[in-house]
Protein backbone atom coordinates (compact mmCIF):
# COMPACT_ATOMS: atom_id res chain seq x y z
CA UNK A 1 0.00 0.00 0.00
CA UNK A 2 1.01 3.33 -1.24
CA UNK A 3 2.05 6.21 1.22
CA UNK A 4 -0.18 8.07 0.47
CA UNK A 5 -3.25 5.40 0.78
CA UNK A 6 -1.89 5.25 4.62
CA UNK A 7 -2.41 8.85 4.91
CA UNK A 8 -5.90 8.98 3.22
CA UNK A 9 -7.16 5.73 5.48
CA UNK A 10 -5.83 7.16 8.76
CA UNK A 11 -7.83 10.56 7.33
CA UNK A 12 -10.95 8.73 6.95
CA UNK A 13 -10.29 7.17 10.57
CA UNK A 14 -9.39 10.49 12.40
CA UNK A 15 -13.06 12.06 10.16
CA UNK A 16 -14.75 9.35 11.72
CA UNK A 17 -13.69 8.83 15.00
CA UNK A 18 -14.57 12.71 15.25
CA UNK A 19 -18.10 11.85 13.96
CA UNK A 20 -18.56 9.29 16.72
CA UNK A 21 -17.29 11.85 19.47
CA UNK A 22 -19.68 14.41 18.68
CA UNK A 23 -22.63 12.11 18.09
CA UNK A 24 -22.07 10.92 21.62
CA UNK A 25 -21.55 14.11 23.00
CA UNK A 26 -24.75 14.82 21.25
CA UNK A 27 -26.70 12.02 22.71
CA UNK A 28 -24.61 12.76 26.20
CA UNK A 29 -26.15 16.51 26.08
CA UNK A 30 -29.73 15.18 25.11
CA UNK A 31 -30.16 12.67 27.81
CA UNK A 32 -28.37 15.26 30.26
CA UNK A 33 -32.24 17.85 28.63
CA UNK A 34 -29.07 20.02 27.55
CA UNK A 35 -30.97 19.90 24.06
CA UNK A 36 -29.20 18.21 21.08
CA UNK A 37 -26.36 20.84 19.88
CA UNK A 38 -23.56 19.97 21.58
CA UNK A 39 -21.82 23.01 20.00
CA UNK A 40 -23.71 25.36 22.16
CA UNK A 41 -23.04 23.36 25.19
CA UNK A 42 -19.05 23.65 24.01
CA UNK A 43 -19.11 27.05 23.29
CA UNK A 44 -20.71 27.77 27.01
CA UNK A 45 -18.02 25.68 28.86
CA UNK A 46 -14.97 27.08 26.82
CA UNK A 47 -15.69 30.45 28.73
CA UNK A 48 -14.10 29.01 31.29
CA UNK A 49 -10.75 30.33 31.60
CA UNK A 50 -7.73 27.99 32.99
CA UNK A 51 -4.90 29.65 33.44
CA UNK A 52 -1.13 29.04 34.39
CA UNK A 53 0.89 31.58 36.99
CA UNK A 54 4.49 31.15 37.19
CA UNK A 55 6.92 31.88 39.86
CA UNK A 56 10.47 32.08 39.87
CA UNK A 57 12.72 30.92 42.79
CA UNK A 58 15.81 32.24 43.33
CA UNK A 59 17.32 28.79 42.47
CA UNK A 60 16.53 29.74 39.09
CA UNK A 61 13.17 27.20 38.94
CA UNK A 62 9.79 27.70 38.20
CA UNK A 63 6.84 26.88 40.38
CA UNK A 64 4.16 26.56 38.18
CA UNK A 65 0.32 26.78 39.39
CA UNK A 66 -2.46 26.22 37.31
CA UNK A 67 -6.04 27.92 38.31
CA UNK A 68 -9.28 27.65 36.92
CA UNK A 69 -11.96 30.42 36.82
CA UNK A 70 -14.96 29.36 39.23
CA UNK A 71 -17.92 28.34 36.04
CA UNK A 72 -21.07 30.86 36.53
CA UNK A 73 -24.07 29.62 37.66
CA UNK A 74 -25.53 28.51 34.10
CA UNK A 75 -21.63 26.71 33.54
CA UNK A 76 -22.29 24.88 37.02
CA UNK A 77 -25.57 23.26 35.95
CA UNK A 78 -24.18 22.30 32.96
CA UNK A 79 -21.32 20.51 34.62
CA UNK A 80 -23.59 19.09 37.33
CA UNK A 81 -25.45 17.74 34.42
CA UNK A 82 -23.26 16.50 32.29
CA UNK A 83 -21.39 14.85 35.36
CA UNK A 84 -24.48 13.27 36.78
CA UNK A 85 -24.67 11.40 33.47
CA UNK A 86 -21.32 10.25 32.70
CA UNK A 87 -21.31 8.72 36.42
CA UNK A 88 -23.85 6.58 34.48
CA UNK A 89 -22.12 5.21 32.38
Known sequence: MASKDKRV???ILV???AYVLWKTLG???RNAGLG???RKVLRE???IKLSDVILPTRNGTEIRLRRLET???HQQILLQRLN???AKI
Open 45 to 47: LAQ
Open 71 to 73: PDA
Open 27 to 29: RLC
Open 15 to 17: CFL
Open 9 to 11: QAH
Open 36 to 38: DEP
Open 84 to 86: GLA
